[in-house]
C-alpha cells in the first residue's frame, strides 16, 4: 500500500464547469476525510466518511458540492457550477476504526478561470 | 466548535538551536491533540499525538506538551536542522465524539544554517 492517493494533482477548469476529484485511502482504512486548504491557512473540514456512510458535513459544504463513497473503498468529491472562490488545494486523508493520526494525500490543486 | 490558535508570523532559528512553537484552544479541552508537519504544496504529515492524561511526549527530537489548565500544547524541536524548516500544524477534535479533527493555521518554521 503506497498511501492515500488522489487525482488529478492539479485541475484548471473555467467558471461554471464541473469538476470531480478522486481519492483512494489506505485500504484497512474505514474513516476517510476530505478537507480544503487555502494559502496561508490551515485544512478546513468539509465531510467525513464511516465506511460508505457520509457521517458529517460542514456548512462550508454548498449544495454545489457532493462526495460520495460507493463500498467503502475510495471516494469522489464533485464540485458543480465552479467559482473562483472554489480555487484551492483539496485534501483527503484516512485513519483507521482507532487510530491515531491521518494519512493525507499529496491533494488536488483546483484553479478556477 | 474549537478555536485554535498558531502563531502566524514565521519562526526563524539558527541551525542547532531549539525551536519551539505555540498552540493555544479555546472551548472545551479535548481528549487528544495531534502536531503534523506540511511542506509546500504537500498533504499534512502527522508526527505525534498527547493524550489529555499525558503531559509530555516524545519522539528522537520531537517533543510535545499539553497543559490543559492553560488550554497550551507546546511543540519542540531540538538541534533543530534545516530539513526542519515546514509549517507546522496542530490539530484537536472537533467535538466530543472526536470524529474529525479541526486544524490551526500553522506555523512556519525557518531554520538557517
Known amino acids: 500500500d503506497t498511501g492515500v492517493s488522489q487525482d488529478p494533482r492539479h485541475k484548471i477548469t473555467k467558471r461554471g464547469q464541473n469538476v470531480t476529484f478522486r481519492c483512494d485511502p489506505i485500504?484497512?482504512?474505514?474513516?476517510l476525510y476530505w478537507y480544503r486548504q487555502t494559502l496561508g491557512q490551515g485544512p478546513e473540514f468539509l465531510t467525513y466518511?464511516?465506511?460508505?456512510?457520509?457521517?458529517?458535513k460542514s456548512r462550508l459544504l454548498s449544495d454545489r458540492f457532493s462526495a460520495e463513497r460507493p463500498k467503502g473503498s475510495f471516494s469522489t468529491l464533485e464540485i458543480q457550477r465552479t467559482e473562483q472562490g472554489d480555487s484551492a488545494m483539496y485534501l483527503c486523508?484516512?485513519?483507521?476504526?482507532?487510530?491515531?493520526?491521518?494519512?493525507f494525500g499529496s491533494g488536488t490543486r483546483l484553479t478556477v478561470v | 466548535s474549537q478555536k485554535i490558535e498558531q502563531n502566524s508570523e514565521a519562526l526563524n532559528i539558527q541551525e542547532g538551536k531549539t525551536a519551539t512553537l505555540t498552540c493555544n484552544y479555546t472551548?472545551?479541552?479535548?481528549?487528544?491533540l495531534q502536531w503534523y508537519r506540511q511542506d509546500p504544496g504537500r498533504g499534512p504529515v502527522f508526527l505525534l499525538l498527547?493524550?489529555?492524561?499525558?503531559k509530555e511526549k516524545r519522539k528522537e527530537r520531537l517533543k510535545v506538551t499539553f497543559d490543559t489548565t492553560l488550554k497550551q500544547s507546546l511543540f519542540h524541536i531540538t538541534a533543530s536542522q534545516p530539513a526542519d524548516s515546514a509549517t507546522y500544524l496542530c490539530?484537536?477534535?472537533?467535538?466530543?465524539?472526536?470524529?474529525?479533527?479541526?486544524f490551526g493555521g500553522g506555523t512556519r518554521l525557518m531554520v538557517k544554517p
Open positions: 486523508a484516512s485513519s483507521p476504526p482507532r487510530g491515531t493520526g491521518y494519512t
Open positions: 485500504s484497512e482504512h474505514n474513516r
Open positions: 466518511f464511516q465506511n460508505e456512510a457520509q457521517l458529517e
Open positions: 472551548n472545551y479541552s479535548p481528549a487528544y
Open positions: 498527547i493524550r489529555e492524561n499525558e
Open positions: 490539530a484537536l477534535p472537533n467535538n466530543n465524539a472526536g470524529n474529525m479533527l479541526t
